[in-house]
């Protein structure tokens, strides 16, 4: 069998279409925002509205454990963990090829070696690893919105400094924000992490007022100097520059009034993972051609086969983990099994989706010309 899919453009067509100084297709940039953008701009925006309506009315309702840990659940079926379940087919499509048994056992090697170490992290030292998932989330939904804002067709990200700076800002609103506001809630979260094996965070330096006074005052510098740094690079009411600065200013103030469980989990599946997929439906040819009909729900419903067996081989194997381990059935415990779960899967899908960047010249790995 050709190891080239029918009717594909060169990855170089789509090179140029992912990056942020070409133009990208008009199918491209109408995929991002209908499927990518205008959902998670709408939910979230609902959601903030509603916590700031509710914190301004001086009313701190006490969410049931089950609302708060809702949105978590949910990413297990719903986009969440089925965004990375078509990383076994990504790179290959990424390149304009068909996924061929040889592409599927390199992925699936990469899973198995990189996942395998970083399970052993965390076996071994489970506060590094904590601090060590922080960060790669960090740099993959900063990554993420980088690739976002590049194919709607944002003109003001080109040079390698506002790049940079756009990862740090994207990356570290759902990262850092909420540790700035509810320091309690999200060290119990980490804690509940390291608590599955057996170890403690002890008296952690970064949750002290000083240090997230510090860190809340150094991160708002960065975020006002990577928006103006953009702001310098094109005209006055540039579109995409006021897309990107509104969006900065909603993540903001969600991260900081909705509490972080719920808005952690809400991001993952409506922002993070929604953007993930309408990239998975520019690389899939069959997903694109329904897309530039105008049948996104063909394209989403193709991604959505894609990503079906290997989202329910993942759901058996935490299952199983959770069955050897004995672990308890508390929320919080086995909301930490699987965020402990998602962290081994990430090294690999960091990987992955870096791989993305470097063939289609995205990213970090190519500041557009
Ligand atoms: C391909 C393949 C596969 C599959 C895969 C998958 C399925 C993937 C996925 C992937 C994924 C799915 C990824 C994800 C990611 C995610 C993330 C990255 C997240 C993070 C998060 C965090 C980090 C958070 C945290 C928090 C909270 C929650 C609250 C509080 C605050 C804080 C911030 C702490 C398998 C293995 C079967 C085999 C081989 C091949
Ligand atoms: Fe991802």
Redesign the pocket.
Known sequence: MSDTAGGEESAGARTAAATAGSAPKPSARRVMFVVGCRPGWFVLGALAAVAATVGALGVDPALPAWVRYAP?AASALVV??P???V??LAPARTAGRTPTPRWLLA??IG?LVL?GAYAALWALAPVASAAL??G??WL??GQGDLYALDSIGSRHLEGAGVRLGTVLVRGGL??LV?LLRFPD??RQ??DAWVALFGRELGSAWIFTPGARGALGAAFAVVTVATVLAGRRRVSAGDAGWRRDAAETLLLWVYFLVVP??VA??VY?CAWHSLRHVARLVEVDPAARRAAADGDELAALARVGRDALP??A??IA?LAAVALVAGVDTAPATLAALY?VF?AV??LP?VAVVAWMDRVQGAGLAGPPS
């Open positions: 978590l969440g963990l965004h990375g379940a990383d076994h992925v699936g899973y996942g998932f922080v790669l989330t993959h939904w759902p990262m909420p809630r999200y979260v980490v972080p469980l952690v989990g993952f290997l989202t081989v993942s194997l965020l998602i899967l990430t899908h």
